[in-house]
């Protein structure tokens, strides 16, 4: 515009047009050059579209602001406010419809002439046409013209004025507006509100003023700088956003009296700002000599009635082209589309995309939302990703009460799918220790039974004396080897490793008959093997020959090994050395190891790194000496710990090694499922307070919260605070007395107090039990059940109407304190409650509270509310 920086502006109602203002209206049509290629005299506005001018008017100097008639028809009328204050309604292009041809031309004068600065067209009623103009003591600065006023001769006289040189029409001057506002002041901005067709809300000089043109009279106004570019929110018709210099205000127009916002301050002053019209709460600002536009995204959360909280603002910039941008307009229809203008009248069609917002359910279920769309990621049938991750595997194991068994430890690993061998081998581990724990703590009271849960690490080291060796026979063979000498301590060890069971009786024989009986034929062997059985070894390996499971190579293992010969340089011995490397399975490989081997020498045994641990361990404290075993013992730990492998446990025991070794677990696998309930099992008090111990259980806790599986949440803190004492928490919340303010329920288990028990107090469920309507403090009546209107402190069971069916089924052995049924409640916006019971009862039908005149809808200001468990529903 003239002395000004362009402006553009698109058409309502069609689409593909928009105007371009500056010393003269330009009108263009937007064409799609997707398939096509670009005309002659188009201009580009992006990849996919160009521009093609399809009319000019000239006709309409000194230009300030323009507006576009909001009806359909006529198509191209335009209202333009000049420098001396009028308004001139122009066409951009021929209109044949004879009804609103006498529109065109016709211009609007007030009584005294000065600059007219913005200009509004009533969305509800499409005549009037609000003109904000510049401060005049004598005259109002906003006028609202109808532009189809019929002319009259007595009051306005007619006068003809040429539009140009070369036409002859004459058009019709009027003077008189529909309505006068804002007297002896200057109107800087305008916009019509939305939900009434008479409200009209003015950037004045200095303040914000809302005007209700049935009583023009008064007005309601607040004083603020910001009044420039007044915009409604076309989403939320309550919400303006005006600006002052580099900063913007948004305003409540149900709380006018202060800014419900104030964006960030930008260094340079705005130059615009709008609404997008086709996304919610979406602002765009333009600043002087920028060539970024700032978007604010809007967004509220539901809060509880009565609180009052700011939006969530997310600011982000976008940049549509490398020059300076003078002005931007939104496209009507398109999603986020806008077209912008340079100063140098350069123009292009930008579309801001949309924030893509990821949301991750705890159920491992992935969605994501652009613009109006909301994507889910779905999982192809034959895809098994899913079932491998480790919060899906501990999600599954909650539900089979994974960890819980505290009875047949070992059945924990059966539990978790008995598919991880690490975890079989933990759990069995675990099993052994509590086991041998407490038989050591029959037959001696003491600190011994610790010794068990510090690990075979603890156990061996504190090995009293030299274990001296001795040489053993073999049982088929006509060889000795040395053996070493069990003291008390390897033969705990040897029991930990599960190879002989409780007592005095060394007898591998059990342990094998078990294997043989799991289909562990090679392990079976090689454990028979190391004891110096070579006959039933071979025995083993014919039997697993012969089974469906096993295979033919197992005969031929057998047949090679019924060759053996102790002879150092015989050709059995050579090729077995060389061949048993091919062998795939570790057992066997390692049976060919232990009788190719040199005395003393078994490293072919001991690093076998596909050998159970507890297996090598177990070979390690029978046919090492003490400080070789201290050494292997020491080695092995350590590079448990750097694997994070749970067969480790075994050697580390639950000390602050094991933490190290679990730590090292949780950071490969993220499974502080198994941490939190291996740690609980028997670790010492020093160990339970480690900060990475405390860590994993309030992880797997919040997991379970997440989750939704609460009652599973509730099981753990129960096993926790079995297994854990100083865990269990003290009571947070008692009931207490209006009027002196005492515990009406001191008595409650958790808190050690002197008086009457809790069920005295006619809270126990038991109608035969004495009932205490009154405060025991200051003997004041309790409140009353606001159904029953009997006195809170009498079971429900003994109410008038009270049935057994309304009684909650017990679900733990324990004796419960009180009934759920008995307990007070009570909403905290109200006041009003009763008995639990009688308050779930009613709101299964009834929104309100039961109170009579009370329209508190109690139920729904809980936003947990409509939660219900997941542990129900099926994986």
């Known amino acids: 515009m003239s002395g000004t920086k362009p402006d553009i502006l698109w058409a309502p109602h069609q689409v593909d047009r928009f105007v371009v203002c500056d010393s003269e209206l330009s009108l263009y049509h937007v064409e799609s050059t997707v398939n096509s290629e670009l005309k002659a005299g188009s201009l580009r506005l992006s990849e996919d579209s160009a521009a093609t001018l399809l009319s000019i008017n000239s006709d309409t100097p000194y230009m300030k602001c323009v507006a576009w008639y909001l009806n359909y028809d006529p198509e191209c009328l335009l209202a333009v406010g000049q420098a001396n204050g009028r308004v001139v309604l122009t066409s951009l292009g021929q209109d044949h419809n004879s009804k609103f041809k006498d529109l065109?031309?016709?211009?609007?004068?007030?009584?005294?002439?000065?600059?007219?600065?913005?200009?509004?067209?009533?969305?509800l009623d499409s005549n009037w046409l609000a003109a904000g103009l510049d401060k005049h003591r004598a005259d109002f600065s906003v006028l609202i013209w109808d532009i189809c006023s019929k002319y009259t001769p007595d009051i306005v006289p007619m006068e003809k004025v040429r539009l140009s040189a070369g036409e002859t029409e004459t058009t019709l001057l009027v003077t008189k507006p529909l309505y006068e506002l804002g007297q002896n002041d200057a109107c800087?901005?305008?916009?019509?509100?939305?939900?009434?067709?008479?409200?009209?809300?003015?950037?004045?000089?200095?303040?914000?003023?809302?005007?209700?043109?049935?009583?023009?009279?008064?007005k309601m106004f607040v004083n603020t700088k910001a009044v420039q570019g007044v915009t409604v929110d076309p989403y939320f018709h309550d919400r303006v956003a005006s600006f002052y210099e580099g900063q913007v205000a948004i305003w409540d127009l149900r709380k006018f009296e202060k800014p419900v916002l104030t964006l960030t301050e930008q260094p340079k002053p705005l130059t615009k700002v709008a609404w997008c019209p086709t996304r919610t709460g979406l602002l765009a600002t333009l600043t002087r000599d920028s060539n970024i536009i700032r978007l604010y995204d809007m967004q509220h959360t539901p809060t509880p009635i009565g609180d009052e909280t700011e939006p969530t603002i997310i600011e982000r910039s976008v940049q549509p082209c490398d020059n300076y941008i003078a002005s931007f307009a939104w496209h009507p229809t398109s999603q986020n589309r806008m077209i912008v203008l340079t100063p140098n009248r350069t123009m292009s069609d930008f579309t801001v995309f949309e924030r893509i917002?990821?949301?991750?359910?705890?159920?491992?279920?992935?969605?994501?939302?652009?613009?109006?769309?909301?994507?889910?990621?779905?999982?192809?049938?034959?895809?098994?990703?899913?079932?491998?991750?480790?919060?899906?595997?501990?999600?599954?194991?909650?539900?089979?009460?994974?960890?819980?068994?505290?009875?047949?430890?070992?059945?924990?690993?059966?539990?978790?799918?008995?598919?991880?061998?690490?975890?079989?081998?933990?759990?069995?581990?675990?099993?052994?220790m509590k086991q041998y724990t407490e038989d050591m703590d029959?037959?001696?009271?003491?600190?011994?039974?610790?010794?068990?849960?510090?690990?075979?690490?603890?156990?061996?080291?504190s090995s009293l004396g030299m274990v001296e060796s001795s040489r053993h026979s073999w049982s088929g063979l006509d060889k000795q080897t040395d053996i070493q000498n069990l003291n008390e301590e390897r033969i705990l060890a040897l029991q930990l490793c599960g190879w002989i069971k409780k007592g005095t009786d060394l007898d591998v024989g059990p342990f094998l008959n078990s294997l043989v009986q799991e289909g562990e034929w090679e392990r079976a062997a090689a454990v028979a093997l190391f004891n110096l059985d070579i006959r039933r070894a071979i025995q083993i390996l014919n039997e697993g020959a012969s089974s469906e499971k096993g295979g033919l190579n197992l005969n031929v293992v057998a047949m090679a090994l019924s060759g053996y010969t102790d002879e150092k340089n015989s050709l059995w011995r050579e090729m077995c050395s060389t061949l048993r490397l091919q062998l795939n399975n570790p057992y066997l490989c390692v049976m060919f190891a232990f009788l190719t081997s040199e005395t003393g020498s078994y490293d072919g045994v001991l690093y076998e790194n596909k050998v159970a641990v507890r297996d090598r361990v177990a070979f390690a404290c029978?046919?090492?000496s003490d400080s070789q075993l201290n050494r292997y013992i020491e080695k092995l730990t350590n590079e448990m710990k750097e694997a994070g492998n749970l067969e480790g446990i075994l050697l580390t025991g639950l000390t602050k090694d094991g933490v190290d070794l679990m730590e090292s677990y949780v950071d490969r696998t993220g499974d502080v499922q198994t941490a939190s309930y291996c740690m609980l099992q028997g670790s010492p008090l020093d160990v339970l307070k480690d900060e990475r111990v405390q860590y994993w259980i309030e992880n797997y806790?919040?997991?379970?919260?997440?989750?939704?599986?609460?009652?599973?949440?509730?099981?753990?803190?129960?096993?926790?605070?079995?297994?854990?004492?100083?865990?269990?928490?003290?009571?947070?919340?008692?009931?207490?007395?209006?009027?002196c303010g005492k515990s009406i329920s001191y008595s409650c288990s958790t808190v050690p107090h002197q008086g009457r028990g809790f069920s005295q107090y006619g809270v126990s469920g038991s109608p035969t039990k004495s009932k205490v309507t009154s405060c025991p403090g200051c003997r004041k009546p309790l409140p009353r059940c606001a159904l029953c209107l009997i006195n809170m402190g009498t079971p429900v069971s003994s109410c008038p109407g009270g049935s057994k069916s309304d009684e909650k089924v017990d679900l733990s052995k324990d004796k419960k304190l009180a009934q759920f049924n008995n307990w007070f409640t009570w909403c905290h916006n109200c006041r009003h409650g009763g008995h639990a019971g009688h308050m779930l009862s009613w709101f299964r039908d009834h929104a309100e509270c039961p109170v009579s005149a009370c329209t508190c809808k109690c139920m729904q200001l809980d936003t947990t509310g409509n939660l219900v468990p997941a542990e129900t529903v099926q994986p």
């Open 104 to 123: 065109i031309g016709k211009e609007f004068v007030p009584k005294h002439a000065r600059q007219c600065n913005t200009l509004a067209w009533n969305p």
């Open 188 to 218: 800087l901005s305008l916009c019509w509100l939305p939900r009434d067709q008479k409200l009209l809300l003015a950037g004045m000089h200095r303040n914000l003023a809302i005007f209700d043109l049935r009583n023009t009279s008064q």
């Open 357 to 432: 917002s990821l949301a991750w359910s705890p159920i491992t279920s992935l969605m994501w939302a652009c613009g109006r769309h909301l994507y889910e990621c779905a999982e192809e049938e034959n895809d098994n990703s899913l079932e491998k991750d480790i919060a899906t595997k501990m999600r599954l194991r909650a539900l089979s009460r994974y960890g819980l068994d505290t009875e047949q430890v070992w059945r924990n690993h059966i539990l978790a799918g008995n598919e991880d061998p690490q975890l079989k081998s933990l759990w069995y581990t675990l099993h052994f």
């Open 442 to 461: 029959q037959k001696s009271p003491g600190n011994k039974g610790s010794l068990v849960y510090a690990g075979i690490k603890s156990i061996v080291k």
């Open 622 to 624: 029978k046919f090492l």
């Open 701 to 739: 806790r919040n997991l379970l919260d997440a989750w939704r599986f609460w009652h599973k949440r509730a099981e753990f803190d129960i096993h926790r605070s079995k297994l854990d004492p100083s865990s269990k928490p003290l009571a947070q919340v008692f009931v207490s007395c209006n009027f």
